[in-house]
């Protein structure tokens, strides 16, 4: 027990002899850096709220108009994309396209195209717009996702970054009722009937 003890009181000593030799850790600020660290602190909160400001004028612009934002993207119909939906708050829009639709069955692939009015996170990955590779089971009302493309921008633009699934291990998920997801499913289920 006093081995401990005097042992405890060696190493106080040791490290306060440190903290007498090397001074102390931090210093206090200059009247002059105060200010300016004041100043800067100021700047980033007005520099915030006028960011905050603008992201609101634009949020009630696409809430009262959510078509004109569309408008703004490209359709890339070269690529038979097509606009199939919008929010009602214009924070995103919900693309299709034919190309490289196939059909086996019951079951339906087709590519899905999502914009987004603002940044999006997901894992590590800030994305503007992504496209997902859809699988749909007609007869069972339910859908897996095979492969999704992270874009940087708009347009399917930028930088990219991908998941993709291995096909028997990609989870069936059940179609609700009244979503985006429905319409695009009744859509993708429509077109396979063509094909």
């Given amino acids: 027990m006093t081995s401990r ?29 105060q200010k300016a660290w004041e100043a800067q602190r100021a700047k980033t909160l007005a ?22 934002w569309v408008h703004t993207l490209d359709p890339m119909s070269g690529g038979g994309w097509q606009f199939r939906a919008v ?29 987004y009015a603002e940044p999006q996170r997901g894992g590590d990955e800030v994305y503007l717009s992504s496209v997902e590779k859809i699988q ?5 009302e339910r859908g897996r ?3 999704i493309i992270y874009y940087a921008e708009n347009n ?4 990219q970054q991908s998941e993709s699934t ?8 059940p179609i609700v009722p009244g979503t985006e997801g429905e319409s695009l499913y009744q859509w993708a289920c429509d077109a396979g009937r063509g094909k």
């Fill in 87 to 115: 929010a009602p708050d214009g924070s995103w829009a919900a693309f299709s396209t034919e190309h490289q639709l196939k059909r086996s069955g019951h079951q339906v692939t087709v590519w899905i195209r999502q914009e």
């Fill in 166 to 173: 291995d096909v028997k291990q990609a989870q069936w998920v």
């Fill in 5 to 33: 003890r005097h042992f405890a009181s060696i190493a106080l000593a040791a490290l306060a002899g440190a903290c007498l030799l090397h001074g102390p850790v931090s210093r206090a600020q200059t009247p002059e850096e």
């Fill in 145 to 147: 996702v095979f492969l």
């Fill in 47 to 68: 520099d915030q709220k006028a960011r905050a400001e603008q992201l609101a004028k634009q949020r009630e612009a696409r809430k009262a108009d959510p078509m004109a």
């Fill in 136 to 140: 749909y089971d007609c007869a069972n």
């Fill in 156 to 159: 399917i633009a930028g930088s």
